[in-house]
T-cell receptor, first 118, second 114 residues
Framework: EAGVTQSPTHLIKTRGQQATLRCSPI?????VYWYQQALGLGLQFLLW???????NRGNFPPRFSGRQFPNYSSELNVNALELEDSALYLC?????????????????FGSGTRLTVV | AQKVTQAQTEISVVEKEDVTLDCVYE???????LFWYKQPPSGELVFLIR??????QNEISGRYSWNFQKSTSSFNFTITASQVVDSAVYFC???????????FGTGTRLQVTL
């Protein structure tokens, strides 16, 4: 069974540009999560999508956005890139989780996209 | 608010030594899940264990063992007879379900040398 796949592996962008990161979940998983791992800041929750809807959002500015497609794959878009956006962006998937209910299912993470903003 | 504290930033041991990674969590929820993940240099987070708040039984899996104590809000991870391949960053994480997101600790970097 294929795991969570992310593309590209590495991405170099110039400040002010836009970056698009992609994630394909494990087959059968409908929930997709995005996390940012910036140097010195640890792993921070960004976004959660399930069944095409944004279910929860971390403490990030609106220029971080995304979407989930009918096949449950997901995109993370970062607009107006800033130098501090340089980080490893990890995607995770799980079986369906419901807002307000304890998340029983574990999360499987991809290998990440390393975004460098110069 | 939820919080996970991993006070040990970095640990260095010699191969075959036992090592314990500490994790202390904070939550007001009575139902929650705790996780440990391993992050090798490749970057991928590898799932090690999930434990729910109602199950305080310790667990052993090969050289790995976990000690969950609700009284002290701790979920510590012990590697017995460490090996060089255990070198990685280890993260403890908490999920309380209301937002279905994981709250991670800052991680402990384990370096195992020959």
């Amino acid at each position: 069974e294929a795991g969570v796949t992310q593309s590209p592996t590495h991405l170099i962008k110039t400040r002010g540009q836009q970056a698009t990161l992609r994630c394909s979940p494990i087959s059968g998983h409908t929930s997709v999560y995005w996390y940012q791992q910036a140097l010195g800041l640890g792993l921070q929750f960004l976004l959660w999508y399930d069944e095409g809807e944004e279910r929860n959002r971390g403490n990030f500015p609106p220029r971080f956005s995304g979407r989930q497609f009918p096949n449950y794959s997901s995109e993370l878009n970062v607009n107006a890139l800033e130098l501090e956006d340089s980080a490893l962006y990890l995607c995770a998937s799980s079986l369906r989780n419901y807002p307000g209910r304890i998340s029983y299912y574990g999360y499987t993470f991809g290998s990440g996209t390393r975004l460098t903003v110069v | 608010a939820q919080k996970v504290t991993q006070a040990q930033t970095e640990i260095s041991v010699v191969e075959k030594e036992d090592v314990t990674l500490d994790c202390v969590y904070e939550t007001r929820d009575t139902t929650y899940y705790l996780f440990w993940y391993k992050q090798p240099p490749s970057g991928e987070l590898v799932f090690l264990i999930r434990r729910n708040s109602f199950d305080e039984q310790n667990e052993i899996s090969g050289r790995y063992s976990w000690n969950f104590q609700k009284s002290t809000s701790s979920f510590n991870f012990t590697i017995t007879a460490s090996q060089v391949v255990d070198s990685a960053v280890y993260f403890c994480a908490l999920n309380t379900g209301t937002a279905s997101k994981l709250t991670f600790g800052t991680g402990t970097r384990l370096q195992v040398t020959l």
